[in-house]
């Protein structure tokens, strides 16, 4: 179909004069109106002109170069190419910069560079906890300590589990309110060896949060943990084979900032996380009191 | 800086709390029962924590239906291809009938 005006069209080009030339060559591209316009007209010189010319016509067409008529048609058209290369290159360019920051971000937290750190569900996947087949198990002694402003009794149900790595495995704590009044408490842990840490997570337990036991209540306390698989590609943890995870129990007191802490000394509270050989920094607020 | 070293001294120094945090206290006792079954399953099989699995899904499964737990999908908490006990081997247990499914 575009044949048919293609004819036509080279020859209303020829025929006419430079300008008409190309503004009506500009043009056409641009209007179907024109086209139906000049096309009744191209038509009845199509019926005029001989065979002849239509060949030439033909063979024309073939060379791109004859397309345009003047040299300016030429550069303009190159011209726009040129253009239309240009700014496609400078909106990629752009959109590449603004996906640059994303996609650096999603580098970093794939592979840890530049020290991202692992956060999100990286450890708890459904995927590492399953347990490890045919290695050597894992004995867990289970330690409760209190501190002696809490008058609860606090005791583990069971003395030892032996686990596999990548196990989740359910333990228990028992602690009784042996007072008259309700007293909030709050625990910390702390695993033992050192070397093994790292690698003990729990799923859920209760220790951070404050506790509250009414006067005279028992309650059963779960512990849900496993030992990251990772433990059997650790050289330093190649021999270890039983671990003590420690409990102690505080009494619960609001900080200046609202927040409940352990109501015993810095030394102590350090003590049972395990950081008691440890010089510590004092802290911002006794830094400040000093001042 | 955190190229090249080994990955004990970084992380071990970090007290990384719970992944779900903490259990709400069980006041009333209501779980009480599955923990005592998980208990003696404990005691039975010298302490191996593989043997009692599906007795620790049972009793996570109390809390999470008395609302002492948020409901989660098993494979989340590593529980995914442990079969639950059935109602009736409850009582088999309770006899002091191990179950024994390592």
Redesign the interface.
């Known amino acids: 179909m575009s044949l048919r005006f293609a004819r036509p069209f080279a020859q209303t080009a020829r025929l006419a004069s430079y300008r008409y030339a190309n503004f009506s060559s500009s043009l056409l591209c641009r209007s179907n109106f024109h086209n139906a316009f000049t096309s009744t007209r191209v038509r009845r010189m199509a019926t005029e002109t001989p065979k002849g010319t239509t060949a030439a016509s033909g063979a024309t067409r073939s060379v791109p170069s004859q397309q345009f008529r003047t040299r300016e048609e030429m550069y303009r058209a190159k011209n726009r190419t040129l253009l239309m290369y240009t700014s496609a290159v400078i909106i990629v360019a752009v959109g590449v910069t603004y996906a640059a920051v994303p996609l650096y971000r999603m580098f970093c937290a794939a592979t840890?560079f530049a020290?991202t750190p692992n956060v999100g569900?990286g450890?708890?996947d459904?995927e590492r906890?399953?347990?490890v087949e045919n290695v050597k198990?894992i004995k867990v002694h289970f330690n409760a300590d209190r501190s002696d402003q809490l008058p609860w009794s606090f005791k583990p149900?069971?003395?030892?589990?032996?686990?596999?790595p990548?196990?989740?495995?359910?333990a228990?704590y028992t602690a009784k309110n042996k007072s008259d009044k309700d007293i909030i408490g709050i625990a910390t842990y702390n695993v033992t060896p050192?070397?093994i840490?790292?690698y003990f997570?729990?799923?859920?337990?209760?220790?951070?949060?404050e506790?509250?036991?009414?006067a005279g209540?028992e309650?059963?306390?779960?512990?849900?943990f496993?030992i990251d698989k990772d433990v059997l590609e650790?050289p330093?943890c190649r021999n270890v084979d039983s671990v003590v995870l420690s409990y102690t129990f505080f009494r619960a007191r609001r900080n200046k900032q609202g927040m409940l802490e352990p109501d015993a000394e810095e030394s102590v509270v350090q003590n049972s996380?395990g950081f008691g050989g440890y010089e510590n920094a004092p802290k911002v607020e006794e830094r400040e009191e000093k001042r | 800086m955190s190229f090249g070293r080994p990955p004990s001294i970084n992380a071990g120094f970090k007290v990384t709390p719970p992944d779900r945090g903490s259990f709400p206290l069980d006041h009333y006792a209501e779980c009480k029962e599955q923990m005592t079954i998980y208990m003696n399953c404990l005691r039975e099989n010298s302490s191996t924590s593989s043997a009692c699995r599906d007795l620790s899904k049972q009793y996570l499964d109390c809390r999470m239906q008395k609302g002492l737990m948020e409901k989660d999908e098993w494979r989340n908490l590593g529980l995914a291809n442990v079969d639950k006990p059935g109602g009736a081997t409850e009582s088999k247990t309770t006899l002091g009938v191990g179950k024994n499914n390592g």
């Open positions: 840890g020290g569900t450890r708890f459904p906890l399953v347990p198990r149900q069971q003395k030892t589990i032996s686990v596999l990548g196990e989740t495995s359910l228990f050192d070397r840490a790292p997570s729990k799923v859920e337990c209760f220790c951070f949060e506790q509250k036991l009414l209540e309650v059963d306390m779960p512990l849900l496993f650790d330093s996380l």
